[in-house]
């Protein structure tokens, strides 16, 4: 009977009615043990009515080290179709649920999990009931969170129960429906049921004692004595409620204790509700099937053919907690011997026995541990190292393990903990490979956690402990200071790891020697270099430092080599953002592209968003902007899932950038102070840059150039409070363009004449020299600023809207000098080249300026910034949903590469159609570029 949960029904039945319909739906039950979660649960299982599958698992706290657990037990049901899935995710379910020994990867389980799911609901509709959520192993919570997020026009629902004070179960972006206490009148109706004869004075004490909570309710009222009830008898003593629960049910369950076998002491300490394992630790099999059915007759047990499970956690913690520590080890040996050996739970109940340091079992765990790692359990093997590092005997086993375990906890997002496992193993390690391990995973938190200066410093200090031993992980480290480097605003110190690469052993030595050219190059745009440096430039371009000789004997671009392969790993590659918007060649984009594709397909989403960002930072170049918008908000949507911050704030400013430059002016100051939200507490120099810089262009598109300047000033000034030593040189022409249109042309040349004209980097990069020549011409007279103009014009392969602005700056020069003709030539160049990337706000300057010069727009504003009949009608999913699609691929393989299930994106291409005009696939194709 539920009373008092009017609201809580009607929404369930939103739910039930959604599912029929065809939409999906996600909600997490929230609320304190007893209050009534797991009934609600039950209820909407028994109302799905007829034509509505329902599937269902618990989280089991024992069973939370066990990687995928509560997930194979959702999914039974369905894995016969398993088979039928793309192979990638076939085999990660095999691999997951124990079916096959090679490694999976848990997000790639997950998509499996999403597709299964979907094609099982093509034939009804799927309601997935998850108990005790808080209890979830991380891989299975990871895995329905994903689905749960994921959920669109399948016909499926997906429910959660998390009690209130236990694990945390964090669920972004998924409902939260929170149960409070009943309310007083709700409660004395349920408590009327229960106890119509009971004494009045006995009811308002219950209802008094109970708080609203249901549960405290049922087992209090089943545990008085009719002549309690009665009011013959006294009530025991008031108690807190939790307390009291557990000791109420500790005492219904002491007789069933004290049974020779304690087979519910061995269920308590099995957690998984096996019988058969159960009755074989308890070893008389007559005796323990009688124990538990006395103990389900008693109401603390459900019992079945197969399970028997506590009818409440509480129950299991009170009969587990109450048994002397020696009856505890007992029980667990009894189930580690019954278990046998090759099942990880064997080990853990040898775990739970142990009491002093046993080698043997540190050494299965750690087996286990490695087992879990292959199979995405990252959390499952943190559990399993840090217990074996407690029963290791030697302080070097020790240290090595805590030092796994730290490495574990950091990719499973458990930054906190890895940090005290670090601090544990720091005094322990005393050999220089196991201590440059420790300060690369220290080093790795602390770029992740936004101080990308002191990640830098440790960094360095791990690379410097085996440089002449292990020369490819003091390179690796190196490449990964290099970027808390780059992050952080430290080009001296950027120079500093050049040098280091430089002096490393010659392991793989076109690809260092490559680094140290392309950290060199970056290093040089502040005036810093290596101490063995040339001062030249040429040193630069030798090994591919500048963009004429940025490619070594096999043609390739330093950035290229790196993202080449099989298995890409974007968290060692060089620098990102910025110093591709200097090196933005098509080879570039293609090749940053193509390890996008490679972890789609391995379903790395985890790795998605440090590809995906300078993937972004290409085409904010290169083109097409619409692509860089959907690229840009799946790869943000995807680090705040997964707690990457400081590539967060990165994609936040670029797509502030995007919106400035297509004149969304609302939609980049909010893009632009959620990444400063980010960046400024943590000291992320390069997004602070990056979005100033945003905002900056933003006041120039809007007309508002004093503003500009302000904004501007504060990245490209050396007073500036958002200054970065490479973004300085990229905004300058941005303010220089910002001073002379507010009228304040000798703020524009304090600034430049900081800059040194004969500087190798400007004078041998044409990104770069072009914006020098753009700057330098607004500020020259005369015959000097025109040939200035037409020097920024002469190198190709230019960002088609840096061209552009140039085009209108010259024309609108020209039109000043009254020389007509030849403006309204420069002016159509501009309108042409910035309406073919959407850039508004200047595509309309264009055609005001013609206008003034006497001319006709050849676009219209009509026709601005629409290409391809109506893409930009289209969402950022929905464009990436066209794309695939006109490539040829099917919505099983689209689905794929984007992590959806087939029928959202078959539901996205239902509402693309009629936004382009076109009624099949075949009409797509060709819509592809880019």
Same mark, same amino acid.
């Given at each position: 009977?539920?009373?008092?949960?009017?609201?809580?029904?009607?929404?369930?039945?939103?739910?039930?009615?959604?599912?029929?319909?065809?939409?999906?739906?996600?909600?997490?039950?929230?609320?304190?043990?007893?209050?009534?979660?797991?009934?609600?649960?039950?209820?909407?299982?028994?109302?799905?009515?007829?034509?509505? =599958?329902?599937?269902?698992?618990?989280?089991?706290?024992? *069973? %939370?080290?066990?990687?995928?657990?509560?997930?194979?037990?959702?999914?039974?049901?369905?894995?016969?179709?398993?088979?039928?899935?793309?192979?990638?995710?076939?085999?990660?379910?095999?691999?997951?649920?124990?079916?096959?020994?090679?490694?999976?990867?848990?997000?790639?389980?997950?998509?499996?999990?999403?597709?299964?799911?979907?094609?099982?609901?093509?034939?009804?509709?799927?309601i997935?009931?998850?108990?005790?959520?808080?209890?979830?192993?991380?891989?299975?919570?990871?895995?329905?969170?994903?689905?749960?997020?994921?959920?669109g026009?399948?016909?499926?629902?997906?429910?959660?129960?998390?009690?209130?004070?236990?694990?945390?179960?964090?669920?972004?972006?998924?409902?939260?429906?929170?149960?409070?206490?009943?309310?007083?009148?709700?409660?004395?109706?349920?408590?009327?049921?229960?106890?119509?004869?009971?004494?009045?004075?006995?009811?308002?004490?219950?209802?008094?004692e109970?708080?609203?909570?249901?549960?405290?309710?049922?087992?209090?009222?089943?545990?008085?004595?009719?002549?309690?009830?009665?009011g013959?008898?006294?009530?025991? !003593?008031?108690?807190?409620?939790?307390?009291?629960?557990?000791?109420?049910?500790?005492?219904?369950?002491?007789?069933?204790?004290?049974?020779?076998?304690?087979?519910?002491?061995?269920?308590?300490a099995?957690?998984?509700?096996?019988?058969a394992?159960?009755?074989?630790?308890?070893?008389?099999?007559?005796?323990?099937?009688?124990?538990?059915?006395?103990?389900?007759?008693?109401?603390?047990?459900?019992?079945?053919?197969e399970?028997?499970?506590?009818?409440?956690?509480?129950?299991?913690?009170?009969?587990?907690?109450?048994?002397?520590?020696?009856?505890r080890?007992a029980?667990?040996?009894?189930?580690?011997?019954?278990?046998?050996?090759? !099942?990880?739970?064997?080990?853990?109940?040898?775990?739970?026995?142990?009491?002093?340091?046993?080698?043997?079992?540190?050494?299965?765990?750690?087996?286990?541990?490695?087992?879990?790692?292959?199979?995405?359990?990252?959390?499952?093997?943190?559990?399993?190292?840090?217990?074996? %590092?407690?029963?290791?005997?030697?302080?070097?086993?020790?240290?090595?393990?805590?030092? !796994?375990?730290?490495?574990?906890?950091?990719?499973?997002?458990?930054?906190?903990?890895?940090?005290?496992?670090?601090?544990?193993?720091?005094?322990?390690?005393?050999?220089?490979?196991?201590?440059?391990?420790?300060?690369?995973?220290?080093?790795?938190?602390?770029?992740?956690?936004?101080?990308?200066?002191?990640?830098?410093?440790?960094?360095?200090?791990?690379?410097?402990?085996?440089?002449?031993?292990?020369?490819?992980?003091?390179?690796?480290?190196?490449?990964?200071?290099?970027?808390?480097?780059?992050?952080?605003?430290?080009?001296?110190?950027?120079?500093?790891?050049?040098?280091?690469?430089?002096?490393?052993?010659?392991?793989?030595?076109?690809?260092?020697?490559r680094?140290?050219?392309?950290?060199?190059?970056?290093?040089?745009?502040?005036?810093?270099a290596?101490?063995?440096?040339?001062?030249?430039?040429?040193?630069?371009?030798?090994?591919?430092?500048?963009?004429?000789?940025?490619?070594?004997?096999?043609?390739?671009?330093?950035?290229?080599?790196?993202?080449?392969?099989?298995?890409?790993?974007?968290?060692?590659?060089?620098?990102?953002?910025?110093?591709?918007?200097l090196?933005?060649?098509?080879?570039?984009?293609?090749?940053?592209?193509?390890?996008?594709?490679?972890?789609? =397909?391995?379903?790395?989403?985890?790795?998605?968003?440090?590809?995906?960002?300078?993937?972004?930072?290409?085409?904010?170049?290169?083109?097409?902007?619409?692509?860089?918008?959907?690229?840009?908000?799946?790869?943000?949507?995807?680090?705040?899932?997964?707690?990457q911050?400081?590539?967060?704030?990165?994609?936040?400013?670029?797509?502030?950038?995007?919106?400035?430059?297509?004149?969304?002016?609302?939609?980049?100051?909010?893009?632009?102070?959620?990444?400063?939200?980010?960046?400024?507490p943590?000291?992320?120099?390069?997004?602070?840059?990056l979005?100033?810089?945003?905002?900056?262009?933003?006041?120039?598109?809007?007309?508002?150039?004093?503003?500009?300047?302000?904004?501007?000033?504060?990245?490209?000034?050396?007073?500036?409070?958002?200054?970065?030593?490479?973004?300085?040189?990229?905004?300058?022409p941005?303010?220089?363009?910002?001073?002379?249109?507010?009228?304040?042309?000798?703020r524009?040349?304090?600034?430049?004449?900081?800059?040194?004209?004969?500087?190798?980097?400007?004078?041998?990069?044409?990104?770069?020299?072009?914006?020098?020549?753009?700057?330098?011409?607004?500020?020259?007279?005369?015959?000097?600023?025109?040939?200035?103009?037409?020097?920024?014009?002469?190198?190709?392969?230019?960002?088609?809207?840096?061209?552009?602005?140039t085009?209108?700056?010259?024309?609108?020069?020209?039109?000043?000098?009254?020389?007509?003709?030849?403006?309204?030539?420069?002016?159509?160049?501009?309108?042409?080249?910035?309406?073919?990337?959407?850039?508004?706000?200047?595509? *309309?300057?264009?055609?005001?300026?013609?206008? %003034?010069?006497?001319?006709?727009?050849?676009?219209?504003?009509?026709?601005?910034?629409?290409?391809?009949?109506?893409?930009?009608?289209?969402?950022?999913?929905?464009?990436?949903?066209?794309?695939?699609?006109?490539?040829?691929?099917?919505?099983?393989?689209?689905?794929?590469?984007?992590?959806?299930?087939?029928?959202?994106?078959?539901?996205?291409?239902?509402?693309?159609?009629p936004?382009?005009?076109?009624?099949?696939?075949?009409q797509?194709?060709?819509?592809?570029?880019?």
């Amino acid at each position: 009977m539920l009373v008092g949960r009017e609201c809580e029904l009607r929404r369930l039945a939103e739910v039930t009615a959604g599912v029929r319909q065809g939409r999906s739906h996600a909600l997490v039950l929230r609320g304190p043990a007893g209050v009534g979660k797991s009934a609600l649960l039950q209820h909407l299982a028994d109302h799905a009515g007829p034509g509505v =599958r329902v599937l269902s698992t618990v989280g089991v706290e024992s *069973e %939370a080290e066990l990687p995928f657990a509560a997930l194979h037990q959702l999914l039974r049901p369905l894995l016969g179709a398993a088979d039928a899935l793309p192979p990638p995710q076939s085999a990660a379910l095999r691999s997951a649920f124990g079916m096959d020994t090679a490694p999976a990867d848990r997000f790639l389980v997950a998509l499996a999990a999403l597709t299964l799911l979907s094609e099982a609901s093509r034939a009804e509709p799927l309601i997935l009931l998850v108990d005790d959520a808080h209890w979830l192993d991380s891989p299975s919570a990871d895995a329905l969170l994903f689905v749960a997020r994921r959920l669109g026009a399948e016909g499926v629902a997906v429910v959660f129960a998390v009690r209130d004070g236990s694990q945390p179960f964090p669920a972004p972006g998924v409902p939260d429906l929170r149960l409070s206490p009943l309310e007083a009148d709700a409660a004395r109706s349920l408590l009327t049921h229960l106890l119509p004869e009971a004494a009045p004075a006995v009811r308002e004490r219950l209802l008094r004692e109970a708080g609203g909570n249901p549960l405290a309710l049922v087992e209090l009222s089943a545990a008085l004595s009719p002549e309690q009830l009665g009011g013959a008898a006294a009530l025991p !003593d008031e108690l807190p409620l939790t307390e009291r629960l557990q000791r109420l049910f500790r005492c219904r369950a002491t007789s069933l204790l004290a049974e020779p076998g304690n087979a519910l002491l061995l269920t308590a300490a099995e957690g998984d509700g096996d019988l058969a394992v159960i009755v074989r630790a308890a070893g008389d099999t007559e005796r323990a099937l009688h124990e538990l059915s006395a103990a389900a007759t008693a109401g603390l047990v459900s019992l079945d053919p197969e399970r028997v499970r506590f009818r409440h956690p509480l129950v299991r913690s009170a009969v587990y907690q109450g048994a002397p520590l020696s009856e505890r080890r007992a029980a667990h040996l009894a189930l580690a011997d019954a278990l046998g050996e090759g !099942d990880d739970r064997h080990v853990w109940h040898l775990a739970a026995a142990a009491v002093g340091p046993d080698d043997r079992v540190a050494h299965l765990l750690a087996e286990m541990a490695g087992r879990s790692r292959r199979s995405g359990g990252v959390a499952t093997a943190t559990k399993a190292l840090r217990r074996a %590092a407690a029963l290791v005997s030697t302080p070097r086993d020790r240290a090595r393990l805590l030092v !796994d375990a730290a490495e574990c906890a950091w990719k499973a997002a458990e930054t906190a903990q890895a940090e005290a496992l670090l601090n544990e193993a720091e005094p322990l390690s005393d050999v220089p490979a196991l201590r440059a391990r420790l300060v690369q995973v220290r080093g790795a938190i602390a770029h992740a956690s936004g101080d990308p200066a002191v990640a830098c410093l440790i960094l360095l200090e791990g690379a410097r402990l085996v440089q002449e031993d292990d020369p490819r992980l003091a390179c690796e480290t190196l490449v990964m200071a290099a970027r808390s480097a780059w992050v952080a605003d430290d080009p001296a110190r950027l120079a500093e790891i050049a040098g280091l690469l430089a002096r490393l052993p010659a392991v793989t030595p076109d690809v260092r020697d490559r680094f140290v050219a392309h950290f060199r190059y970056l290093a040089g745009l502040s005036g810093h270099a290596a101490p063995d440096a040339r001062h030249d430039g040429t040193a630069l371009e030798a090994h591919g430092g500048g963009p004429e000789g940025k490619t070594g004997a096999d043609g390739k671009d330093v950035p290229v080599i790196w993202l080449s392969g099989t298995d890409p790993r974007p968290w060692v590659w060089p620098p990102t953002f910025l110093p591709y918007l200097l090196h933005a060649t098509e080879p570039l984009r293609d090749a940053h592209q193509h390890a996008v594709d490679t972890l789609r =397909r391995n379903g790395a989403i985890g790795s998605l968003p440090m590809s995906l960002a300078p993937l972004v930072a290409l085409q904010l170049v290169t083109g097409p902007w619409p692509t860089a918008t959907a690229n840009g908000t799946e790869a943000l949507s995807l680090a705040l899932e997964t707690g990457q911050l400081g590539a967060a704030s990165h994609l936040r400013a670029m797509l502030a950038w995007l919106a400035a430059a297509q004149g969304d002016g609302d939609r980049c100051h909010e893009l632009a102070r959620e990444s400063l939200e980010i960046s400024t507490p943590r000291r992320i120099a390069s997004a602070i840059a990056l979005a100033h810089w945003a905002q900056g262009l933003n006041a120039l598109a809007e007309g508002q150039p004093l503003n500009a300047v302000k904004l501007l000033a504060e990245v490209c000034s050396p007073e500036g409070g958002a200054g970065h030593f490479m973004l300085r040189w990229i905004v300058l022409p941005d303010f220089v363009e910002a001073c002379v249109r507010a009228g304040e042309p000798e703020r524009a040349h304090h600034v430049l004449t900081d800059r040194d004209p004969l500087h190798p980097v400007p004078a041998n990069h044409p990104q770069l020299r072009s914006g020098w020549h753009r700057s330098r011409a607004l500020l020259a007279t005369g015959e000097e600023a025109e040939d200035l103009f037409l020097a920024a014009l002469a190198d190709t392969g230019l960002s088609p809207f840096e061209t552009g602005r140039t085009h209108l700056l010259y024309g609108e020069w020209l039109r000043r000098h009254r020389r007509i003709k030849p403006a309204r030539e420069q002016l159509h160049l501009a309108e042409a080249q910035l309406d073919s990337v959407g850039a508004l706000p200047w595509a *309309e300057l264009a055609r005001a300026e013609l206008r %003034a010069a006497g001319g006709r727009s050849t676009q219209g504003p009509s026709t601005a910034a629409v290409p391809m009949g109506g893409e930009q009608r289209l969402t950022a999913r929905e464009l990436q949903v066209m794309r695939l699609a006109a490539q040829g691929l099917s919505n099983g393989e689209i689905a794929a590469r984007l992590f959806l299930s087939p029928r959202t994106v078959g539901y996205h291409l239902y509402k693309i159609f009629p936004k382009l005009g076109v009624t099949s696939r075949s009409q797509l194709y060709g819509r592809s570029s880019g």
